[in-house]
């Protein structure tokens, strides 16, 4: 049975974690982007269909032709940061699904049969759990994030995935070692009541 974690791992996941705006000049490796992957990919999806597809934007080059496709101040925040990771959604995820859900065979046929609004549905619903988890595990392997909207997906669409028509952009998320200095004080975090109910 799992064992609750301790405080400081709770402080560093949630309650001291920060979204941040800008970055110190410390570059985030290539096996670091991979120990991301290796813990994101353990989140529970929809019949474990995985629909994110990710580009870490690492280079000058990439980040550059995302920033020209962002608004605001975004621009910015993307060509500063070490990397900015475009979270996208296959929306053919059903496609990988006799590997990825190999004891129910028929769920590929299944959601394939599904009109392709209903099967966007689903990628933009597990693809935000994916970058959720994204965020989660960059936090605990001591990154901070910077997620964000502000671009022109059709743009990024077709800068990025043109090789892949049926993946498109959900969202994009800075990644790096945050400075403190980026960030404001902390909006206000409501009490259980406000927005629960238990029936």
């Given at each position: 049975m799992a064992q609750p974690i301790n405080e400081a791992a709770l402080d560093q996941l949630f309650r001291t974690a920060r979204t941040f705006n800008g970055y110190f000049d410390k570059a985030?490796?290539?096996e670091q982007i991979d120990a991301i992957w290796e813990l994101m990919k353990f989140g529970p999806t929809s019949a474990n269909s995985l629909p994110a597809r990710l580009i870490w934007c690492s280079s000058d080059a990439a980040k550059e032709k995302l920033a020209a496709l962002s608004?605001?101040?975004?621009?910015?925040?993307?060509?500063?940061a070490p990397v900015t990771v475009i979270i996208g959604m296959d929306v053919d995820f059903h496609e990988q699904?006799?590997?990825?859900?190999?004891?129910?065979?028929?769920?590929?046929?299944?959601i394939?049969?599904?009109?392709e609004p209903v099967r966007e549905v689903m990628a933009l619903r597990n693809s935000s759990l994916q970058g959720a988890y994204f965020i989660m595990a960059a936090r605990a392997l001591g990154?901070?994030?910077?997620?964000m909207s502000g671009f022109d997906n059709a743009a990024v669409d077709a800068a990025f995935f043109a090789d892949t028509p049926k993946v498109k952009s959900n969202f994009i998320s800075t990644l790096?070692?945050?400075?403190p200095a980026?960030?404001?004080?902390?909006?206000?975090?409501?009490?259980?009541?406000?927005?629960?109910a238990i029936a």
């Open positions: 985030v490796t290539p608004s605001g101040t975004n621009a910015d925040k993307i060509r500063a699904l006799a590997t990825l859900l190999p004891h129910y065979p028929a769920m590929q046929d299944i394939g049969s599904l009109p990154l901070d994030t910077g997620p790096g070692y945050g400075d980026t960030i404001f004080d902390r909006s206000p975090r409501p009490d259980f009541d406000r927005f629960n």
